[in-house]
Structures are given as structure tokens and as C-alpha cells.
């Protein structure tokens, strides 16, 4: 069995993912630019028993299976001071779009203007829809599927304008009202203490009113098709649209507040979420992603490696933090003249 005690100053994290997970995170760039900060990323093999490899200080995984969290926890079991990011079963809660979204109503702002809130969303298992009305949900709506656990089938999505568009829809599903937020998403990537807001390009604004839509012969869409309708617009209209660059990022103070209350309330360490803003300035927490392809932000390769020394650094810290609560639990021996 390999020595899970590494005696040199470097950081050592073992890493584990499926191949095409792989290569968003740990890019030859962040080898590198880790390598040269005193950090070691190495790949798990995972024909082999983790008891087995080492040493690590830390290892990251993005693995779905049973037998992968059985295997960590044994080694996690037999090697306390080891950090583990994350512990499958906390990660579990985002593969299920049902309880997904649960914590975001922990999560609190200082500033009491501002509302973080999820969108009205209903699960719609065998049964017939015969009536939005009866789902206290009203048109548009997201179709998403109950299951997010990175297959392709959990980002088949369609946005759907009326009672025809359901119809065609599998079930289970998860009916997600739609809001409008001016064609723009907040990304936000978060790395223990650090967080990130990027502006990406979303789903645009459905102007048209309840009676509109039902007129509509299309009752939905596939979110792949919505993007290429975009394209094509834009491409006829002989200029980018500018809308994305006309709406302002949130301010930094909410981004970091919530994603400090995500983090607490998940106990998960390395994620993203994708937040939209109404015209009310309410804020909208939409999907939460365990452990994303970071390598999207400029200069990630810092970012994650502050992050990999910064959660390695906590463990020590608290080991010291324990060791002197042991000693002062001891039991004195006093002598009396």
C-alpha cells in the first residue's frame, strides 16, 4: 500500500475524471502553471484500488458511479488527513433538478433590496397536463430533465410556449417558468473562498403575450434549435446583437454572498451556478453544476491552484486547532505541599 503521508513541501492532488470531463479542468496550462507553484496534479488510475496510489494531500473526482464513492470513502476512511473535494454523498444533491434548487432558499443577502429567489417550478411525473392553470404555472415554461448527472440526455431541454408543446415532452419532467432576463446569464464558478461572474449569452426575451403564444404552431423548442434561430437572426440583422454588453453584472458584494450561502448550505467546495436578473432586479438562481469546465475563465490556472493550496492549508490548520484542544483537555497533575 502506497504511504498516504507525503514528506516533501510540495502539494500533491490526485485527480479523477471521465476523459471528456478531463480535459475542461486539467489542461496541460494548469499542470504547468501548478508544477511551477509547488503543486503536483496526478491522475488516478481508476483500474486500480485508490488505497493503493498516493501519496495525496488532497484529491478532486468528478465520477458518477457507486463504486467510485464506495472506493473513496474506504480510502478516506483509512486516511483522515487527506482532503477530500467533495464527499460524493454531498454532491449527490445536485444530480436531481428536483432538490436541486432547495438550498438557495438559505441563502442571504445583506442588502435588503435585493431577492434571490428560484423560478416557480412544478415536476410532472405520468399524469396528463390538461391546464397550466392547474399547475399554477403560466407560459412559457423550461422543460429540463429531472436527472443531472452530466449525460447527454440531462441537457436535453426545450422551452415550451403552449399546451401542444407538453404533449411531446417525456416524463418525468421538470416544468420551470420561464423568466424574462434580457438574453443574459451570470455565470458564476466557485473555488472554496474565490468566486468569478462571467456574462454568457442565454435564451432571449419571449415578448409575446398568453393568447400569442397559444397561437404558436410550434409549441416548443429545443434549446439547440433556439440558438441557431438566434444565429441566423443575427446574422441577417449584419450586426451583433449588443444587448449583452448594455446589461451590467451584478455587483460583486451579491456574488460573493451568494455564493458563500451556496457553498455553506451544500458543503461543496468546487461548483458553479447560473444566476439571471429580471427587470425587477429580483436575481434568479436557475441550475447549480458540480465541479465545471473551469478552464472556460480567463486565467483559471491561478484560480485553481490558489484554491487546491488554500483547501490543504485549512486541513492543517485545523489539525494544529485540534491538537491543541487535546492538549488542553489532558488531565493536569497537580501536587500539594
Known sequence: MASNSPSSNRLRVGYAFPPNKERNVIRPSLIDYANLHGVDLVRIDLQTPLLHQGPFHCIIHKLYDNAWAENLQDFASKNPDVVIVDRPDLISQLYNRVSMLDVVSQVKVSDSGVRIEVPKQVVVKDEAID????????FPVIAKPLESDGSAKSHEMSLVFNQRGLKDLDTPVLLQEFVNHGGVMFKVYVAGDQSVCVKRKSLPDVAETEEELEKKAEGAMKFSQISRAVEKSEKCNGEEKKEEEE?????????TEVSRGLKEAMGIRLFNYDMIRDWNSTYYVIDINYLPGFAVLPEYEPFLTKFFKEVAQKKVEEAEDSAIGDDKAKPRCCCFQ
Open 131 to 138: 391546464s397550466m392553470r392547474d399547475l399554477e404555472l403560466k
Open 247 to 255: 446589461i451590467e453584472m451584478p455587483p460583486e458584494k451579491i456574488v
